[in-house]
């Protein structure tokens, strides 16, 4: 072909969210296929683009004015047909330009155009060694082969330069002579040390496992060919779900497929990936972003040049460019973790199920707080359900609930109840270690003049601002502003300035307080900044050079550590009280994780929740372990006000610095949505439902100020294909530079 359209990645706008066509130049014909990357000029600019097709047709272009594609990155399809088939619905269900999409396929190191570093390899053998004739003048010749002879091991071009104190110059002679040959081999730059990561030998499943993955290979077999129900494996925490996965793993593999495994960011721990990589070795690529940019483009080349077949990442490893893909396992399903807050905002489960029906995969959901999306799946029998219900280490967790009211009324100030400083001094006395979980860092929560009753707040976000102890500074959680904690109120210059609420630093001093012999560590945001310290921290809880580990949710995942026998809950209340439609889920969710993180050993695990709200139906089901009974619960009420996964939202989100413009461009918005949906519910008994516009729970944050127009419904489908080629497009285009509109598909939260 002559021709070929090509999509640009680099410049996202939707007006240009179109194929440009340029010529093929005769020397890149043979490179050049549809789901290649290149490098062409638009405007000047050299960026990169994907061929979406190839013609011999210009459609009335004049050749003249066709420029030419200046370069290819790299030799192989970087989208294949079935990621493009994939970009095209995500443009569709998430109404977003298809070019956005197709770049956060593709790792950041591809598109900077990084390149790969190569070593030669020396391939030989040692008959042709014996029959070499070398003239006797080339000595470096001679003593290169010798130095071959005694060798089994690979060798490359620079081990005999180094050990032959030579240049490259006799090698090639040698290769001119026939007697070795020398290969091109790509250097990864590897994250994994191999060599580090003990074994992960395969254990024989329990009854209830065996159960479980029985039902599932029978049902991949007998729907072989056809498309699969995704399966939820609903197994409480500690009931060997990842062992679970690594036999599935290990099935997919000898039946030649490959194999995406999702984990949330937050729990790519080195003890996760080391499990994997433990069992599997080198079949394993890890992908997350505390990887370099370097990195996780090579752990990608892997996957597309067929080097691995298992996958094991956070969220933006669905998009692992496989060409055989036969199960995706998504780990800890229900985590907001895997919903990207950044356009695509996309969620990786639903692009997961796209994935999978696309190649007739399977996908396995695991959780042992299931999302009541996926559980209303179960229900309507879209989805099947399997269950672990039982611990591996048979071990009960014996909750105790906290009244912290009656603690108030009994005198006691402190942020730990009696029960707690008892329960941490018997799990100590008795060998154990603890685990205190508060979903909150710093040390208070706001600080405020006791005279006058003025919060400090951020000036970028109307939020109260955290004080931090150690760093002596006031912070704000949202923008990252920092100032210094005043001395005197800035409205009534009193000296009465007062932190209050507690944050996990606060609980660091509390513990010293009453136990200052106890060591404690601590994982939270502030801690955990600097790379390699998640890992430092983890390793040195593991070398018991800690009794008490305080954390945020940091710590409520995938922890596993058979020694902990208290768990800590400092306050249950934090997220039930954040104004959203999901805080009752969401507390239930963390509290039953962290809760999991007990018992994993000989002795039961203790949990004590501490809470204002002791009769919340979300707490009560985590002491009842009921998450079906909740569960249930929780859907009913979802039903009733109308909210997900009955029906689907948008949010529509207006938000720059001009207080007053906003206004105004959020009822602009408003208009335009609103004329699009009674077009629809004119045609509908089902209407759809347009909420606002309104000034968001977080009016102002990071100087913008902002507005939202919901729209639920039950089937928005109409709603976004007339919104794509309609309105938004222009509304959005009288948008200035600082002011952004944003459309969130299935957002997580309404705040
Ligand atoms: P989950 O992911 O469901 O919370 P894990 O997979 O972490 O549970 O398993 C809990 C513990 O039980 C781990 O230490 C794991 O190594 C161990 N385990 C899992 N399956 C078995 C088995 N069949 N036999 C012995 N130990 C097991
Ligand atoms: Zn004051
Ligand atoms: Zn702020």
Known sequence: MKYCNVLILDIIHSSIDRPFTYKIPEELSHKIDIGSLVNVYFKNQKVNGIVISLTN?????????????????????????????????MKEYYICPLSKILKIMLPRGLLLNYVSKYEYIVNFNYEDLRNAKIPGNAKKQKEIIEYLEGRSEEITLEDIKYNCNCTKEPVTRLQERGIIDLNKKVIYRNPINYNELPDYPVKSPTQEQKSVLEFIFRDIKETSGKNIKPVLIYGVTGSGKTEIYLHLIERMIREGKEVIVLIPEISLTPQTVS?????????????HSRLSVGERYDEWLKVLRGEVNIVIGARSAVFAPFSNLGMIIIDEEHEN?????????????????????????????????????????????DYEITKLKKRISDNKVNFKLVDMRKELEGGNKSIFSRHLVKGIKEAI????????????RGYSTFVLCRSCGYVIRCPECEVSLTYHKKADYLRCHYCDYVEPLMAKCPTCKSKMIKSFGAGTERIEGEVKKYFPWLKTIRMDVDTTSRKGAHEEILDSFKNKEADV?????????????????????VSADTILNIPDFRAGEKTYQLLSQVAGRGGRGEKPGKVIIQTYTPEHYSIRAVLEGDYEKFADKELDGRKSLGYPPYKSMIKFEIKGPSENWIMKQGKLMFDII??????????????IEILGPYPCPFYRLRGDFRWHVIIKGSNLDDLKKRLFINNLDEFENKLSESERLIVDVDPISLL
């Open 57 to 89: 047709n210009l459609n009335g272009l004049d050749d003249a004015k066709v420029k030419k594609v200046s370069s290819v990155v790299i030799d192989e399809t970087v989208i294949t047909a079935e990621l493009f088939e994939l970009g095209s619905w």
């Open 275 to 287: 499990r994997f990589v433990g069992r599997f070795g080198r079949s394993v690529a890890v992908i």
């Open 337 to 381: 973790a895997y919903k990207q807050e950044e356009s695509p905002r996309y969620h990786a489960r639903e692009v997961a199920k796209k994935r999978c029906e696309l190649n007739k995969a399977s996908l396995i959901l695991g959780s042992a707080t299931p999302s009541l999306e996926s559980y209303y799946h179960v229900k309507k029998e």
């Open 429 to 440: 006395d008795d060998n154990g270690r603890v685990l205190l979980f508060l979903n909150r």
């Open 549 to 569: 580990l305080i954390g945020t949710q940091m710590i409520a995942k995938g922890l596993d550590f058979p020694d902990i026998s208290l768990v800590g809950v």
């Open 674 to 687: 609103e004329g699009i949906v009674s077009e629809i519910n004119k045609t509908k008994s089902e209407q």
